[in-house]
């Protein structure tokens, strides 16, 4: 079984930076695309960013190109999200995603991703 751990939200002014982290127990990591998505209240799950394992190409949601960057260290089973540039559009609970091992492509869609972590919140206010 994987169990993801996020890390590292908090409350931000408009036009401040935050830095997210997920560790992920298991020995999976390694072999396995990543993922980032939030929930807004009131709003569904949302794809943000994803890194895959095999050559860590990653993808983003347009909301979010140029201002967030999705890395990933197998050494300490950890991706991480800095978020530069923030929105108060940007506020909800982060949560971590990891696909089943050996899949390779990343997808962003909730349903292709097996494993979530507990969310952790950032908030963009002034």
């Known amino acids: 079984q994987v169990q993801l751990v996020e890390s590292g939200g908090g409350s931000v002014q408009p036009g401040g930076s935050l830095r997210i982290s997920c560790v992920a127990s298991?020995?999976?990591?390694?072999?396995?695309?990543m993922g980032w998505f939030r929930q807004a209240p009131g709003k569904e799950r949302e794809f943000v960013a994803g890194?895959?394992?095999?050559?860590?190409?990653?993808e983003y949601a347009d909301s979010v190109k140029g201002r967030f960057t999705i890395s990933r260290d197998d050494a300490k089973n950890m991706v991480s999200m800095q978020m530069n540039s923030l929105k108060p559009e940007d506020t909800a609970v982060y949560y971590c995603?990891?696909?089943?091992?050996?899949?390779?492509?990343?997808?962003?869609?909730?349903?292709?991703?097996?494993?979530w972590g507990q969310g952790t919140q950032v908030t963009v206010s002034s």
């Open positions: 995603a990891a696909r089943r091992q050996f899949l390779s492509i990343v997808q962003n869609t909730t349903a292709a991703y097996i494993y």
């Open positions: 890194v895959s394992w095999s050559d860590s190409a990653t």
């Open positions: 298991g020995r999976i990591f390694s072999s396995s695309v």
